[in-house]
């Protein structure tokens, strides 16, 4: 088992909200009524304070749990919807995971099925004997208002620790292949994709070219149809995925739901979201086959090993599922989306410029919640300074690096704003208690729904802080979320 090649961990992240489908229909049935058909259930909706970036840590946070970071060599992050065209985003992510500097990462885009080839490279390098690979896929898509692609996408993110050791997937191969297949696309100065008609997408895209490429991976890969127990196809139309199923000749039951009616298409991120599934139901000895579609198909297939039944508890996606929030406020979510503009008031008019230097120099602080510990007396601060803050000692220069956000804490004081400027007022903040000393004063996040109250379990998450309209940068930081 150690030499084998695959998944050692995998994670995922659908945000709590999910906005109502009814509630969009509601808004446009006089105008598009034929999106009836398309109004059931609901899809995950990102916060304000959301992105592919703070998604993605979500998701690598919890592919690495029970793992030690410092094993991880390298990571890439793959979406259509980065916040930044020239800044790595990545990096961003590392530095939130308080990953060393010397962990090499990559952005990965430009089409859907960066993914499934992102995945495909990591699982070939790691062939080479490198250190694991962490493969995050994040996505997070606007949608023309009144369009079916409003109702059918969903923001949601994956991760998988790739390398070679005691594997939960073994790699057995792939297949891909390449063509100028354009269903859908969007240029730089667009906000909205522009798609193809979608019975010919139908035919010739996931019909012939998805179906060919799949029929001949299974070939390419010596497995019969009848030998795949578990088929992940991210094609949300409907019949589409078993339409294909059928035509490779696989048992019904073995394909994967496509989480349309609870999450959405989460674009890049679905053939990994649904991969996280069918590795959250294996069994032992149970193949895996994932199609990645996009300018072309990527066909993986893997077989599940006993170290699943090792793999440390996770939220995963049945416990992202599971943890939801119903909301029919559809307009709250076209202007967190910047579809809509609402008057902000006098309060919002303050420069919220990020010096690049501050930044730079305190980013372990800001970025990794990353305190300070006092090697004499225990004392735990954020943020961490030369003099310890503890009562009976005024020592200097005996503070080591103490991480935050993955420690439990508790709410000893909170308030709920409704005068400050907040995008999902009120605004609540309060301090927190952390386990094992430590406190600070933070913004809630994720709230909506929850009982905010004096001793309420909570975790840190990552998230942005404020966005500097004048200069299109975004601050992120820390912020307190329910824990359950």
Known sequence: MSGETGILAFGAYVPR???????????????????????????????????????????????????ERATVGSLSLASTTLPYIDRLNSGIVKEALNLPDAVAALDVTGSQRAGTS???????????????????????????PASEAELTNGDAAAGLLVG??????????????????????????????????????????????????????????????????????????????????KQAGVKPE????????????????????????????????????????????????????PALAKLSARRGVKGSVARRHADDNYLRWLFHRGLLALEKGMRAEFDQKQPATTLWRHRKTVFGLVGGRCTKTGVVQFPKSDITVGSNDRSSGTQEDYPLAELKSKIITFTADNLTYSPNPPAYYGM?????????????????????????????????????????????FWKAAPAD
């Open 118 to 144: 992102s995945l495909l490279q990591a699982l070939k390098g790691a062939k080479g004997g490198a250190a694991p690979h962490l493969v995050l896929a994040s996505e997070m898509r606007k949608a023309s």
């Open 432 to 476: 927190v208690d952390f386990e094992g000393g430590g406190r600070l004063t933070v913004e809630f996040a994720d709230v909506a729904g929850v009982e905010v109250e004096v001793g309420r379990e909570m975790r840190m998450v990552f998230r942005i802080k404020a966005l500097d309209e004048q200069r299109h940068f975004t601050k992120y």
């Open 164 to 245: 070679s050791g005691e594997v939960v997937a073994k790699f057995l191969g792939a297949h891909s292949v390449t063509a100028d297949f354009v269903d859908h696309y969007r240029t730089e100065d667009m906000d909205f994709d522009y798609g193809w008609e979608s019975r010919w997408i139908r035919d010739e895209g996931y019909t012939k070219l998805a179906g060919g490429a799949l029929k001949a991976g299974l070939a390419a890969l010596g497995v019969a149809p009848e030998a795949v127990d578990r088929l992940v196809i991210p094609l949300v139309g409907r019949g589409v995925a078993d339409g294909l199923a």
């Open 254 to 305: 073995a394909l994967a739901d496509t989480l349309l009616a609870t999450v959405g298409d989460s674009g890049v991120a679905h053939p990994l979201l649904l991969l996280v599934t069918a590795l959250e139901q294996a069994k032992p000895g149970e193949k895996i086959v994932v199609l990645g579609f996009g300018q072309g198909v990527d066909v993986l297939l893997f077989e599940a090993t």
């Open 17 to 67: 909200t999910r906005l109502q489908r009814s509630a969009v229909y509601a808004a446009h049935a006089w105008f598009a009524p034929g999106l009836k058909g398309q109004s059931k259930g609901e899809r995950a909706i990102g916060d304000w304070d959301e992105d592919t970036i703070t998604m993605a840590v979500e998701a690598a946070r919890d592919a690495l749990t029970g793992v």
